[in-house]
């Protein structure tokens, strides 16, 4: 309709006509171009925890809610992911769930949240772990979504958050992932428990908590966990869940002898380097064959030059080992932190005795 107006006028204007016509033209280039050069943003991804089950369950439930992708990391992962979407000019919506912040490495974290708000992307942090009050205060300046409350595990806290988007199955798996996370016991935790036959829950937490952490080394079918998970499947309907997790009974099994002989003794704690398991699977035998009411495995990570450290307390224990953890594994170069009873840590590889040796110190 533009060009029929110009075209009118141009029998009388003729000189004019192809000013305004060049013009018009010019105009209609200029704007083309800049929609064409700006991507529009539609991509969502959660970012969680790979290492347990409250990660991938957490995943799953956004996931099923929101749709999108997973990116699963650990913890020494978890600011390279970050790293990388922010590069990612199509990112509209972004989730980070159970995975807790360190000293070391909170105010990283709060200038990535920073420069994503500043390019407009939704940022919703899902977490259960002890936090820095001011890094809260942080956070909610800038407008990141804050889902926190140390009193129930992260799955739990994303299934009543987004209840209304996701179906009856999702209250399956938060129920799931409060048992492994030894928060079942938590108000809204054990409410989804008593929805369930208390038998099949626990089997089902179990079968697949022993599927993700006999499958760390395997990205690819942890996501497919997530996708399955998402899709309403309990976990005995997932392929070769009960036999793979038969296979880690058994070398769990075999841990305990492990433990008995390698194991070494402080005042306060039990501790032990793990060579051919996961540390997180062994501590729980090192706290309780050492008779102490902490217990320290760890194994090395080779490709990092660091130790995966897991700590776990018993309910005898006065001191909340994640707050300690966190300002220890910090002065060490290293990063950590968690809950009161149950946390972990990264340690360079030369500070792994020093580590240990200031922790049995500051228990009491």
């Known amino acids: 309709m533009i060009f029929k107006f110009v075209l009118t006028v141009s029998k009388t204007k003729k000189p004019s006509t192809k000013k305004t016509t060049k013009t018009a033209t010019k105009q209609i280039t200029k704007t083309t171009t800049k929609k064409s050069l700006k991507p529009q943003r539609t991509k969502v991804i959660c970012i969680s925890h790979k290492e347990d ?5 957490s995943a799953a439930l956004i996931r ?7 990116i699963l990391v650990d913890y020494p992962g978890q600011m390279e ?23 070391k490495t909170q105010d990283e974290f709060i200038d990535i949240m920073t420069t994503l708000r500043k390019n407009k992307v939704s940022v919703t ?21 804050m889902i ?23 209250s399956f ?19 989804l428990l008593q929805i369930y036959d208390r038998q099949f829950a626990l089997i089902s937490a179990t079968v697949l908590t022993y599927n993700i952490v006999g499958h760390q080394k ?26 793979f997790a038969q296979i880690q009974v058994e070398k769990l099994s075999q841990m305990i002898d492990k433990v008995k002989q390698g194991m070494k003794t402080m005042k306060n704690l039990g501790y032990m380097e793990i060579l051919d398991a996961g540390a997180s699977g062994a501590v729980n035998f090192v706290m309780g064959l050492s008779g102490k009411d902490v217990g320290v495995a760890y194994k090395e990570r080779i490709d990092h030059g660091i130790y995966a450290v897991s700590v776990r307390g018993s309910k005898d224990c006065k001191v909340h080992l994640g707050k300690i953890v966190n300002i220890l594994a910090t002065s060490l170069g290293g990063s950590g932190g968690g809950h009161d009873k149950a946390c972990g840590a990264v340690i360079p590889k030369p500070k792994i005795k020093k580590f ?9």
């Open 53 to 57: 089950c409250d990660g991938i369950s």
């Open 64 to 70: 099923q809610a929101f749709g999108g992708d997973a």
């Open 81 to 103: 992911a970050l790293n990388q979407v922010i590069l990612d000019e199509k990112l509209k919506s972004l989730f980070i769930c159970d995975l807790g912040l360190s000293k």
């Open 125 to 145: 942090y899902i977490d259960h772990h002890d936090i820095d009050p001011d890094v809260v205060k942080a956070l909610n300046k800038i407008k990141v979504k």
């Open 148 to 170: 926190h409350d140390i009193n129930e595990c992260t799955a739990v806290l994303a299934y009543t958050a987004f209840k209304s988007k996701l179906n009856d199955h999702a």
């Open 173 to 191: 798996v938060a129920a799931c992932a409060a048992i492994t996370d030894y928060m079942e016991n938590r108000p809204i935790g054990s409410k």
């Open 218 to 243: 395997e990205s690819d079918y942890l996501l497919y966990l997530v996708e399955e998970l998402a899709e309403s499947k309990f976990p005995h309907a997932i392929p070769n869940t009960f036999e």
């Open 356 to 364: 240990i040796t200031e922790l049995n110190k500051k228990i009491k």
